[in-house]
């Protein structure tokens, strides 16, 4: 079955410091994997998204996530993190005959000291 | 503002009862998704629809039910409430509802079972 580990329940760096999260899936065949944001109060919403081509894949508010096919991850990182991006992380994976089905992790609350 | 609108945001309920989940998607999306996001489950797909019609179904439990209406806004039936279906439930919505397309959330909406 498919299913996705994020390792970090929770995560705090300062401001201005770099950012990686964790993230693990178990899929037979290659997936689409997808990173989205959920601040506190809000729905989700997609940061970036990997169905094929380059494995680094750029997203919004400077975001960036890196497929390696080899372990079996797609980490999400940003070079410089803002205050503003202390929220709840989650990836998820879809893929093929599921239709729109996506399994989410578990979740990394990020959050950012001044 | 992600176009997904959901109503009511907060119900509070009693064990037994029953409730209404309503949910419209963007402009223009005729796929419709429901997620519930529990504190000991995390965030689970319960179902899609695409243009009226089931697509996909998860971890929905029998006591739950779903449509979608021909003006495509979808309705989340949840009957004989338990204290363990309190939870925040999303709904989304997609173009086509297919895997790789986003899928944009709705703000949720918070139930509460005493």
């Known amino acids: 079955a498919q299913s996705v580990t994020q390792p970090d329940i929770h995560i705090t760096v300062s401001e201005g410091a770099s950012l990686e999260l964790r993230c693990n899936y178990s899929?037979?065949?290659?997936?689409?994997l997808f990173w989205y944001v959920q601040s506190p109060g809000q729905g989700l919403q997609l940061l970036l998204k990997?169905?094929?081509?380059?494995?680094l894949v750029q997203g919004i508010k400077g975001f960036e996530a890196e497929f390696k096919r080899s372990q079996s991850s797609f980490n999400l990182r940003k070079p410089s993190v803002h205050w503003s991006d202390a929220a709840e992380y989650f990836c998820?994976?879809?893929?093929?005959?599921?239709?729109?089905?996506?399994?989410f992790g578990q979740g990394t609350e990020l959050s950012v000291k001044p | 503002d992600s176009g997904v609108t959901q109503t009511p945001k907060h119900l509070i309920t009693a064990t037994g009862q029953r409730v209404t989940l309503r949910c419209s998607p963007r402009?223009?999306?005729?796929?419709v998704y429901w997620y519930q996001q529990s504190l000991d489950q995390g965030l689970q797909f319960l179902i899609q629809?695409?243009?009226?019609?089931?697509?996909a179904k998860g971890n929905i439990l029998e006591r739950f039910s779903a449509q979608q209406f021909p003006d495509l806004h979808s309705e989340l039936n949840l009957s004989s409430l338990e204290l363990g279906d309190s939870a925040l439930y999303f709904c989304?919505?997609?173009?086509?509802?297919?895997?790789?397309?986003?899928?944009?959330f709705g703000p949720g909406t918070r139930l509460l079972v005493l």
């Open positions: 989304a919505s997609s173009v086509q509802g297919l895997e790789e397309e986003t899928q944009y």
């Open positions: 899929y037979g065949a290659t997936p689409y």
């Open positions: 990997y169905f094929s081509g380059d494995t």
């Open positions: 998820a994976v879809g893929g093929i005959n599921q239709g729109g089905k996506l399994i």
């Open positions: 402009s223009g999306d005729l796929s």
């Open positions: 629809y695409y243009n009226g019609e089931e697509r």
